[in-house]
């Protein structure tokens, strides 16, 4: 098989070299999926240079990157129902804790990692499930279901941000979302019912008055250090907060008392790490939302695999309008 590795951090253009292995073949309740796609994601790109917290060396002699993709089953292991050979399927958890990720022509892994992906939908859209799409889905739905209620989407113009947007209409809620320039219609289009500025100085009393003086019921968080304040300002009595990133201050002040006031629910969002009945739950959503035809997931962009280092250095410049994609058949 053809895969993009690296032996050591650095930038891109410099330590991703295109190499030629061998894919292990599957072992016991394992499947090999031939890929078409892969999904290159932030934390992608931060272990590649090395930025990961706690990281400080390669784990193992190289690294295949990327967790996310797309293809069809090849070849399974002992135990699994031969139903699944030429499958569609779209991956999770391809590089984690494992040396090969989903940057190659074939993956081989657990067959719990390799989801049956509808017919209707493409390879592109399913190599942006992983991530993006389990960290909409778990953000919007695991305190509950939405209907009815209230959703506040923090950054509703990114990836998971855009997602989380369809979700929630999906999941029957009134959907507020914040974003900024061109983000703002893109949030609107997605479906959310009000957009703010997430600059405003007076945002928080922008969100209440735009959910008629009420408090939200969840808030989907892409920055809690910086809309902490925000956040406990615009919280319902009993809310959910399901903060996924907090790049722009990594060690925020949280306001304990206003939140412990209103008896709120905190939950910090690692997608790598749900457990078994989260995953379920969270896989079941997605299935659901685009068996629905709910969800429209954009890429910006598709790059050939010899071209892996632009596609990560797209990412790393920020200010993209969907997905970046490897394209590997």
Same mark, same amino acid.
């Given at each position: 098989?053809?895969?993009?590795?690296?032996?050591?951090?650095? /930038? @891109?253009?410099?330590?991703?070299?295109?190499?030629?292995?061998?894919?292990?073949?599957?072992?016991?309740?394992?499947?090999?999926?031939?890929?078409?796609?892969?999904?290159?994601?932030?934390?992608?790109?931060?272990?590649? %240079?090395?930025?990961?917290?706690?990281?400080?060396?390669?784990?193992?002699?190289?690294?295949?990157?990327?967790?996310?993709?797309?293809?069809?089953?090849?070849?399974?292991?002992?135990?699994?129902?031969?139903?699944?050979?030429?499958?569609?399927?779209?991956?999770?958890?391809?590089?984690?804790?494992?040396?090969?990720?989903?940057?190659?022509?074939?993956?081989?892994?657990?067959?719990?990692?390799?989801?049956?992906? /509808?017919?209707?939908?493409?390879?592109?859209?399913?190599?942006?499930?992983?991530?993006?799409?389990?960290?909409?889905?778990?953000?919007?739905?695991?305190?509950?279901?939405?209907?009815?209620?209230?959703?506040?989407?923090?950054?509703?113009?990114?990836?998971?941000?855009?997602?989380?947007?369809?979700?929630a209409k999906w999941g029957g809620a009134r959907v507020i979302a914040t974003a900024r320039g061109t983000g703002i219609d893109r949030a609107r289009a997605a479906g959310a019912d009000v957009v703010l500025?997430?600059?405003?100085?007076?945002?928080?009393?922008?969100?209440?008055?735009a959910n008629d003086g009420a408090p939200v019921d969840r808030i989907v968080e892409v920055e809690f250090g910086i809309n902490a304040d925000t956040d406990a300002e615009v919280i319902a009595e009993n809310?959910?907060?399901?903060?996924?990133?907090?790049?722009?201050?990594?060690?925020?002040?949280?306001?304990?008392?206003?939140?412990?006031?209103?008896?709120?629910?905190?939950?910090?969002?690692?997608?790598?790490?749900?457990?078994?009945?989260?995953?379920?739950?969270?896989?079941?959503?997605?299935? @659901?939302?685009?068996?629905?035809?709910?969800?429209?997931?954009?890429?910006?962009?598709?790059?050939?695999?010899?071209?892996?280092?632009?596609?990560?250095?797209?990412?790393?410049?920020?200010?993209?309008?969907? %997905?970046?994609?490897?394209?590997?058949?």
């Open positions: 098989m053809q895969a993009i590795v690296y032996r050591a951090f650095g /930038p @891109a253009a410099e330590v991703l070299k295109q190499e030629t292995f061998d894919c292990p073949p599957p072992g016991p309740g394992e499947v090999t999926v031939n890929l078409a796609c892969s999904g290159v994601n932030p934390s992608d790109v931060k272990a590649r %240079a090395g930025a990961r917290v706690g990281v400080t060396e390669l784990p193992w002699p190289f690294i295949i990157p990327h967790s996310d993709g797309a293809g069809i089953i090849s070849a399974i292991g002992e135990g699994v129902s031969t139903d699944r050979l030429g499958e569609r399927v779209w991956v999770w958890n391809g590089q984690w804790r494992r040396p090969f990720g989903t940057a190659a022509t074939r993956i081989t892994l657990p067959e719990n990692q390799a989801v049956a992906l /509808p017919d209707k939908v493409s390879m592109e859209t399913g190599a942006c499930l992983g991530i993006p799409g389990q960290t909409a889905a778990f953000t919007v739905f695991n305190g509950g279901e939405v209907d009815g209620g209230t959703v506040l989407v923090q950054g509703g113009a990114g990836t998971v941000g855009l997602l989380a947007v369809q979700l500025d997430y600059g405003d100085p007076d945002l928080a009393t922008r969100i209440l008055s809310g959910h907060i399901c903060a996924y990133g907090s790049a722009r201050a990594m060690t925020p002040a949280m306001p304990f008392y206003p939140l412990m006031f209103k008896a709120v629910t905190l939950e910090l969002a690692l997608i790598y790490l749900l457990t078994p009945r989260q995953r379920q739950a969270t896989i079941a959503r997605l299935t @659901a939302a685009l068996d629905a035809g709910a969800l429209d997931i954009p890429v910006a962009h598709i790059y050939d695999m010899t071209d892996c280092a632009a596609a990560h250095e797209a990412v790393e410049a920020g200010g993209r309008n969907g %997905a970046i994609l490897l394209r590997l058949q």
